[in-house]
């Protein structure tokens, strides 16, 4: 899904951990980018793969970040 994604417009980067129960965030500049994400075909292909082979259930969340910060320790 990488490969698709990362050439869309509008896409700003991801982040993913999937150790314990997989979780995948992915950043857009605005809505309207991913209404257009949502709808692209080979998105929608991957969604059908991922419905029938790959998850029992899945969830998807769209939110605003309003703020990030962090400590980094290195």
Do not use: P
């Not at 951990?17 to 949502?38: C, F, P, R, V």
């Not at 991957?46 to 419905?51: D, L, M």
């Amino acid at each position: 899904m990488v490969e698709l994604v990362d050439n869309q417009s509008g896409f700003s980067g991801f982040e993913s951990a999937q150790e314990e129960i997989g979780i995948t965030i992915s950043y857009w500049e605005s809505l309207d980018y991913i209404q257009k994400w949502k709808m692209d075909i080979s998105h929608l292909d991957a969604q059908i793969k991922g419905k029938t082979d790959l998850y029992k259930s899945y969830v998807v969340r769209i939110s605003k970040v309003e703020r990030e910060y962090g400590f980094d320790d290195l």
